[in-house]
Nanobody, 117 residues
Framework: QVQLVESGGGLVQAGGSLRLSCAAT????????MGWYRQAPGKRRELVAG???????NYADSVKGRFTISRDNAKSTLYLQMNSLKPEDTAVYYC???????????WGQGTQVTVSS
């Protein structure tokens, strides 16, 4: 079992920055790839950025050059640095981890990010 707790969301003006964190507890030694997803009202949950255990990253086209995903394996924490935020980035952001002896998707409870114009 892995538990994920996000923090760092909030209200910010367009052009501003936020840093999200996701702290993992439990069977952290089984965690492989991790990622950030978001879901805006009336829309499907979408991948924002992903990172492997070795540090390889991938990003949605809409956030490339503005967002940076990173992880600190020693602290079992995932980060998402979000710069140049736009109103269309407004969503609930969820942390995801692929973990377990038999791989399973774990999710955090989500943190709200609201970008005002």
């Amino acid at each position: 079992q892995v538990q994920l707790v996000e923090s760092g969301g909030g209200l910010v003006q367009a052009g501003g920055s936020l840093r999200l964190s996701c702290a993992a507890t439990g069977s952290i030694y089984t965690i492989g790839a991790m990622g950030w997803y978001r879901q805006a009202p009336g829309k499907r949950r979408e991948l924002v950025a992903g990172i492997t255990k070795g540090g390889s990253t991938n990003y949605a086209d809409s956030v490339k050059g503005r967002f940076t995903i990173s992880r600190d394996n020693a602290k079992s924490t995932l980060y998402l640095q979000m710069n140049s935020l736009k109103p269309e980035d407004t969503a609930v952001y969820y942390c995801n981890a692929d973990a377990g002896i038999i791989p399973y998707d774990y999710w955090g409870q989500g943190t709200q990010v609201t970008v005002s114009s």
